[in-house]
């Protein structure tokens, strides 16, 4: 029996161009109407920015002590491009987590993500980086940074629901490669990379909700919607403008889509096996999100009317393809 809702959304496109709108669009769709006119649950959500957001923390940290950064180099792409791979392990892991509601009790949260690091690393290829810092720079970063990391791990344990039951996991996620970039993309970039790279338990319920903009238009909306008073936010964070160019200067999901064996899918080969991944597609090159960052009392009806039928077109259309 087809199931009304979809198990899992990968919500994916360029930087700020409106996945977390969307996101908060939905948590404001009375349950039954999201259910019945979008085929999506009660959200539970995965997103892989607040990882990028440690690793950054964690580089400012050791330059503080005057060590190597290991993540980036600055305000520049990754030092290694397989740290794409890491944040998908780590969403796998995350998911597995969900799904089994498993509750982490470590001493230092720091330091147990300092590990999930070093493991999500191990398996796109990359050798330990904080495993091997000596103890008083390990203990030193990890006291800066447990407030933070703690208050991450309590999210999370929080995010468990009682039963799955018309719910919907919503991973978030943005892929791209450098400005100018023939297709298809190759090595770390693009999501020709990190689909493959997610577990076979999510490549089989999957759907993928994608939000097309313009490189150009998610520079301009990154640009403005960054707010140095709150980078970890998922709403006002900035992506530094080298990382817009040399890792979201192009994407190539049109370029996936165009290529794919069945119509409206992706086509990911991994595991051994190959995925036909629904795809739905909400153009937003004409932004019709920003308003979605103030307080839902300002959104004016006619921008929702939009709003919905752009999203409801998407969803339709993976529906259409979804057979799990």
């Given amino acids: 029996m087809k199931n009304n809702v979809f198990k899992v959304v990968l919500l994916q496109a360029l930087p700020a161009s409106g996945k977390s709108e969307v996101r908060n669009f939905m948590a404001h769709v009375e349950p039954e109407r999201l259910q ?75 330091k147990l993500l300092f590990d999930r690091f070093d493991r999500a690393a191990a398996g796109a290829g990359i050798p330990n980086r904080l495993g091997v810092l000596d103890e008083n720079t ?14 991450m791990l309590n999210e999370k344990h929080a995010g468990y629901p009682e039963s799955f039951e018309n719910k919907t996991i919503i991973i978030e ?58 980078p970890g936010s998922n709403l006002h964070h900035g992506v530094p403008m080298a990382v817009m160019l040399g890792d979201y200067g192009c994407d ?35 932004d019709k999100t920003s308003f979605l960052r103030g307080e839902p009392e300002t959104w004016a009806a006619d921008k929702v009317a939009d709003v919905t039928r752009a999203i409801r077109t998407a969803t339709d259309n993976m529906f259409s393809h979804y057979n799990v």
Avoid at 139 to 149: D, F, V, Y
Avoid at 199 to 223: F, G, H, M
Wanted: charged share 30%; with cysteine.
């Fill in 138 to 151: 390990r203990n030193t970063i990890a006291e800066r940074l447990e407030k933070e990391a703690r208050a």
């Fill in 252 to 286: 190539d999901m049109e370029y996936l889509i165009k290529t794919s064996e069945v119509e409206n899918t992706v086509t990911v080969n991994a595991h051994g096996k190959t995925y036909h991944v629904p795809i739905g597609v909400f153009d937003n090159r004409v």
């Fill in 36 to 110: 019945n006119e979008f085929h999506i649950g009660e959200n539970l959500q995965l997103d892989d920015f607040p990882y990028v957001h440690m690793m950054r923390r964690i580089d400012e940290e050791l330059a503080k002590l005057d060590k190597p950064r290991v993540f980036y180099p600055g305000e520049a792409p990754f030092l290694d491009g397989r740290d794409w791979g890491t944040l998908c392990n780590l969403l796998n892991e995350d998911y597995h987590d969900l799904m089994n509601r498993n509750i982490a009790k470590p001493d230092s949260a720091a």
């Fill in 173 to 230: 996620c943005a892929r791209g490669g450098p400005d100018g970039a023939a297709m298809p993309l190759t090595g770390t970039f693009g999501y020709q990379y990190s689909l493959p790279m997610f577990c076979p338990e999510i490549l089989e319920q999957a759907v993928i909700l994608y939000i097309w903009v313009t490189p150009e238009e998610s520079r301009r909306k990154n640009a403005d919607r960054a707010d140095p008073n709150d």
